[in-house]
């Protein structure tokens, strides 16, 4: 499920999916545009307008090559 969490490092609002269950008041998920996991409270966490839940995912895995 596709939903909005408040990253912690910023308070700001991003996409986000719901990984895991932790406990009854946590849960781990992963940042969508930006590949990063965080454990948060059920209480950062808010629905998504539907617009937003079919964007594509943002982030792109990269491998540096070093020459």
Do not use: H, P
Not at 10 to 29: G, H, K, P, S, T
């Amino acid at each position: 499920m596709i939903c909005a969490v408040r990253f912690s490092a910023d308070q700001l609002f991003y996409r986000a999916e719901i990984l895991d269950v932790v406990d009854a008041n946590c849960i781990e998920v992963k940042y969508v545009d930006y590949g990063n996991t965080e454990v948060v409270s059920i209480q950062r966490i808010r629905k998504l307008l539907d617009v937003y839940t079919v964007l594509t995912v943002q982030v792109w895995r990269l491998r540096t090559l070093l020459v």
